[in-house]
């Protein structure tokens, strides 16, 4: 028991930790963090922002790039724009972001891109715009963003209903019936297993304790 409490003591102070390391934050500009044209790669901020005001645009790449920059943004007061780039992959990685708070534009603008694969994590949990519209994405080959990604975007929205202005045609399967159906089994399949795994243990256990008992 003792062991127990000083086991979670630890991993709380750990934790405590961890998360005042990771508050620190930087400033920036999003205009530090723009680029018009391949050229402009170079000029890309190296500093490790977490929080950015103004919009950030990204526009007229092709091929894949090093461009770490996006990875430790946290907020965004601003939007995002990602505009005419063609083979960008998994360049642009948004993993960290938490919040949007855009200004008059959708919070999002993926506009004419080939072979994107934008990667926003599933901690984006708060976004806001004065826009009528909350995620424009148009144009893009292939969709830009899976179904799951999708789907933080539809809950993190501040409105009940975000406003996706969009001309996805998903090439993945996921909205098939039989697909969830597959997952619903396996899932299944494997609780009851671990249920049954669990009440076997705890049979054992008891076993286990009348024997001393004895
Ligand atoms: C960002 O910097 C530009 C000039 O580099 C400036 O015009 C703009 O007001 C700045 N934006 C914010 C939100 O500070
Ligand atoms: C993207 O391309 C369109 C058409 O080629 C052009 O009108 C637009 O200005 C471009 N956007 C940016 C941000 O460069
Ligand atoms: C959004 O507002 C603009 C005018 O500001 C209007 O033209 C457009 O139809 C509106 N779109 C939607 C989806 O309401």
């Known amino acids: 028991m003792r062991l127990k409490v000083q086991t979670s003591l630890a991993i709380i102070s750990v934790f405590a930790i961890f998360t005042r390391i990771s508050a620190t934050e930087t400033i920036c500009n999003g205009t530090e963090l723009s680029v018009y044209d391949d050229l402009d790669i170079g000029g890309l901020t190296e500093k490790p922002c977490t929080k950015v005001f103004g919009d950030i645009v990204i526009a007229n790449l092709n091929g894949g790039k090093r461009m770490s920059n996006y990875w430790t943004i946290e907020e965004l007061y601003g939007s995002l724009f990602i ?31 080939r072979g994107l694969r934008l990667a926003i994590g599933a901690r984006l949990g708060h976004v806001s715009t004065g826009s009528n519209i909350t995620y424009w994405f148009t144009d893009n080959w292939p969709a830009a963003m899976t179904e799951s990604e999708h789907y933080t975007l539809f809950m993190a929205s501040d409105k009940n209903r975000p406003v996706f202005y969009t001309d996805n045609h998903f090439t993945t399967r996921q909205c098939d019936g039989w697909y969830y159906k597959l997952w619903t089994f396996v899932f299944g399949t494997l609780c009851f297993m671990v249920s049954c795994a669990l009440i076997g243990l705890s049979f054992y256990g008891r076993r286990e304790e009348t024997k001393k008992g004895i």
């Open 83 to 113: 505009v005419n780039t063609t083979n960008l992959g998994d360049s642009v990685n948004l993993q960290n972001l938490q919040t949007i708070h855009a200004a008059e534009s959708p919070a999002l603008v993926i506009r004419n891109n």
